[in-house]
């Protein structure tokens, strides 16, 4: 069940860390009148401290201004193709059991995994609920990573989210790289034990990326290149272009032309 965040009064936002915990002790008195059980809050809120690391990943953040041969070369493309042939055949069950679910190839979710953590060699080192309630209290986009934090304490009550749990910078969590609300929302639960694990479990996280998808406009049996129709799903994994590119040119280079 979806939790509806009030966050009309939420608690003043800062840019600095001089406020965070000021700020952390009014969101924990609000908490629970947004649906969160008040141990769940104290549990959460148990080694959270601002996270300086994701406030320097935030406002040093660039568009990607590669070209795409440039891209392709700094993200390790056709280490990515190769090993992604590999793992597509080493997992063909799984792939060809989400296809079947979900219609979305191997190709595009193995360039995802690859490019976003390496097939799952690296899922970040920073403290996720320590990022998502540092971004929540900064000013810049603190709506925003309200509804993050809502979500990623409602990963926590229901089990699906550790809280010593590490991921990106800005709180991505997974095999795929799922922010906290893109779990909720479109998380899906692979490998049929009643959880939805995008940490330890490949078949949740690629499970997950295909519906997430879907939920952005995939359509079963279209090709994904740009100009066809399922780019504009890609499109909604990554806003810069060369990223979108890049996903579908090593999708195209795994699968065979789609």
């Given at each position: ?104 190839p191997a190709g595009p979710l193995l360039a995802i995994w690859g490019m976003e953590t390496g097939f799952g ?135 065979g032309a789609r």
């Amino acid at each position: 069940m979806m939790l509806t965040v009030n966050v009309a009064h939420a608690a003043s936002c800062g840019n600095d860390a001089s406020g965070f915990e000021n700020w952390v002790q009014d969101f924990k008195r609000q908490a629970p009148a947004n649906g969160v059980s008040a141990s769940v809050v104290q549990s959460a809120f148990s080694g959270v401290s601002y996270n300086r690391p994701t406030i320097r990943a935030d406002r040093g953040q660039k568009s990607f201004k590669l070209s795409f041969d440039e891209f392709m070369q700094k993200r390790g493309g056709p280490a990515i193709i190769s090993r992604g042939k590999s793992m597509k055949a080493a997992n063909a069950a799984l792939f060809s059991a989400i296809e079947r679910r979900y219609g979305v190839p191997a190709g595009p979710l193995l360039a995802i995994w690859g490019m976003e953590t390496g097939f799952g060699s690296f899922l970040g080192d920073q403290h996720t609920l320590s990022a998502v309630a540092t971004l929540a209290y900064d000013c810049r986009r603190s709506a925003f990573f309200t509804e993050q934090l809502y979500a990623a304490l409602q990963l926590v009550a229901r089990g699906d989210l550790s809280t010593s749990a590490k991921g990106a910078a800005h709180g991505e969590i997974g095999q795929t790289q799922f922010l906290p609300l893109n779990v909720i929302r479109y998380g899906a639960d692979g490998d049929g034990d009643g959880h939805i694990d995008m940490v330890r479990s490949r078949a949740d996280a690629l499970a997950s990326t295909a519906n997430f998808l879907v939920g952005h406009g995939w359509q079963r049996g279209a090709g994904y290149q740009p100009g066809q129709p399922n780019f504009v799903a890609i499109q909604g994994w990554n806003a810069a272009s060369v990223y979108q590119q890049a996903i579908a040119y090593i999708g195209a280079q795994i699968d065979g032309a789609r």
